[in-house]
């Protein structure tokens, strides 16, 4: 990701965190970052496309980080505790964005724009916890999924402002196992389902399926963002490959980790590890 790029995304969070959102504008971001309002257009053609940009590249890696932790480990008795671990790592990393999105997903219903892109990963996260749901708790009927996936999310939501809100200390190890135990008791001793089946459809990822001609897309794109010098070597190297494929498996796979290292290109490679794993 080009520097200007980079430090305007990051003071921009900053004034989002201090103000919200729609009380941040252009100007008071240009004046944080020290650039002109023509430096920042250069970049950006809106403030919107700065936000979507943000959430994209935060989300994104997010999930993934969530993804990858609770398919780490093949033993069902630890991927609950896996998936609390890594959500609330995730959101102590980030700070500043976990504090937008606990207000911005509630209070931007109104911004079309806003309210999608977060149903978006919010129908990824739904995936994500109604897999550990069955792997944790394989004779829970069907019908109860749905709820589950809804407590486990209330119980995320609400234990988070202990964090951003009443910035009370926590022992992260004792707080997944607290909400492991409290999870383990609802599931297992509820009967009644409210929520159907079809809640986990809504506003979900559409299957991810990556294409070749998508890959080369989005990588020829992000060789114009990044200065990582070895990040930028396995963009090429990888983009070159899809051209006219000529590396071994396993040079591919070590180009990838180094794609995994670096946050602006994570989500890159984990769409190119679905793909390889697709071919």
């Known amino acids: ?52 940009g943000l959430i994209d590249h935060f989300m994104t890696e ?13 033993s069902p008795k630890n991927v609950l505790y896996q998936l609390y671990q890594s959500i609330f790592i995730s959101y102590q990393k980030h700070s500043k964005f976990a504090e937008i999105l606990m207000r911005e997903q509630s209070s931007n219903i109104s911004n079309k724009e806003l309210f999608e892109v977060f149903a978006k990963y919010d129908g990824s996260f739904n995936l994500i916890i109604a897999s550990v749901i069955r792997r944790q708790f394989p004779d829970l009927q069907e019908e109860m999924v749905p709820d589950s996936v809804y407590f486990i999310k209330g119980l995320i939501r609400t234990y988070s402002e202990l964090f951003f809100i009443y910035k009370y ?13 409290k999870t383990t008791l609802t599931t297992k001793n509820s009967s009644i389902h409210l929520i159907s089946e079809d809640f986990l459809s809504l506003n979900k990822f559409e299957h991810l399926e990556p294409t070749r001609d998508g890959l080369i897309k989005v990588l020829e794109q992000k060789v114009k963002e990044v200065s990582d010098p070895i990040v930028l070597e396995s963009l090429e190297l990888l983009l070159a490959d899809l051209q006219n494929p000529n590396l071994p498996k396993s040079v591919i796979k070590g180009l990838v980790r180094n794609l995994y290292i670096n946050s602006h290109t994570k989500w890159i490679a ?10």
Do not use: W
């Open 169 to 181: 200390p926590i022992d992260l190890h004792l707080l997944c196992e607290s909400l492991v135990e």
């Open 62 to 74: 997010i999930i993934v980080d969530i993804e990858q932790s609770v398919n780490k480990d093949s």
């Open 1 to 52: 990701m080009a520097v200007k790029k980079q430090i305007i995304m990051e003071k921009a969070l900053e004034l989002f965190a201090e103000n919200g959102i729609e009380s941040t504008s252009i100007q008071q971001i240009t004046q944080r970052c020290g650039v002109s309002k023509g430096a920042f257009y250069l970049e950006f053609k809106s403030k919107s496309e700065l936000v979507l």
């Open 270 to 279: 984990y769409l190119y590890d679905l793909y390889l794993q697709k071919n």
